[in-house]
């Protein structure tokens, strides 16, 4: 599965947009981007995947580059319960492992 | 709530002792992944099993070995248990087939080794 590289940390204000960069830049075209968080001692959380076109559900917003080299992952409205290590993950098939890197420390202040 | 669900939620154990865990996964899936993670650090892949077979592994030692069951509940057991085993022990349950599915974890097993 390719790298991904994320930032350490950021920090958002209560009600602002999140946006979270993702670089994958050695990503084959048959792999997926996808985003988990973990908010702190919890299991991993699902968000949101795409292959190639932008995605939205009811937690948040993927965009995909067009050249698929890198994603931001949009939370429209922060809140403090968005506070969380959020990791981007690139993989090929459902049935694949997934591999977590460092991920970034996101912390939504009031 | 992801439907799955691990037992115990705590345990100690000393040195050399060997430990099971115990996954129930979401209903439907028929895939069950194990993952150790460390403090401060992002879950580490141990093995995967589909439909009762081993079906990956990461890099750890056949002391971690573990099973699948045909109501597809799982099980991981840690022989000869070492200082640096202590973590949190998460599972994950997915359904595969021909698309791209998400992986559901459960709250995990702190495990802590003395």
Redesign the interface.
């Given at each position: 599965d390719a790298k991904t590289t994320q930032p350490t940390s950021m920090d958002c204000a209560e009600g602002r947009a999140a946006n979270l960069p993702c670089n994958h830049s050695t990503i084959s075209g048959n792999e997926y981007v996808y985003w988990y968080r973990q908010i702190h001692s919890q299991g991993p959380q699902y968000i949101i995947h795409g292959l190639k076109n932008n995605e939205t559900n009811e937690m948040a917003s993927l965009i995909i580059t067009e050249d698929r080299k890198s994603s931001t992952l949009i939370l429209p409205h922060a809140t403090l319960r968005d506070t969380a290590v959020y990791y981007c993950i690139v993989r090929v098939t459902s049935g694949s492992r997934l591999t977590f890197g460092e991920g970034t420390q996101l912390t939504v202040n009031p | 709530e992801?439907g799955?669900t691990q037992s115990p939620t705590h345990l100690i154990k000393t040195r050399g002792q060997q430990v099971t865990l115990r996954c129930s996964s979401q209903s439907g899936h028929n895939?069950v992944?194990w993952?150790q993670q460390a403090l401060g650090?992002?879950?580490?892949?141990i093995f995967?099993y589909?439909r009762e077979e081993e079906?990956?592994r990461?890099n750890f030692p056949p002391r971690f070995s573990g099973l699948q069951f045909p109501n597809y509940s799982s099980e991981l057991n840690v022989n000869a248990l070492e200082l640096d085993d202590s973590a949190?022990y998460?599972c994950?349950s997915?359904?595969?087939?021909?698309?791209?599915?998400?992986?559901?974890?459960?709250?995990?097993t702190?495990l802590t080794v003395t």
């Open positions: - | 992801t799955v895939t992944s993952y650090q992002g879950p580490q892949f995967q589909y079906n990956g990461g949190l998460l994950a997915s359904l595969t087939d021909r698309g791209s599915r998400e992986q559901y974890f459960g709250p995990g702190r």
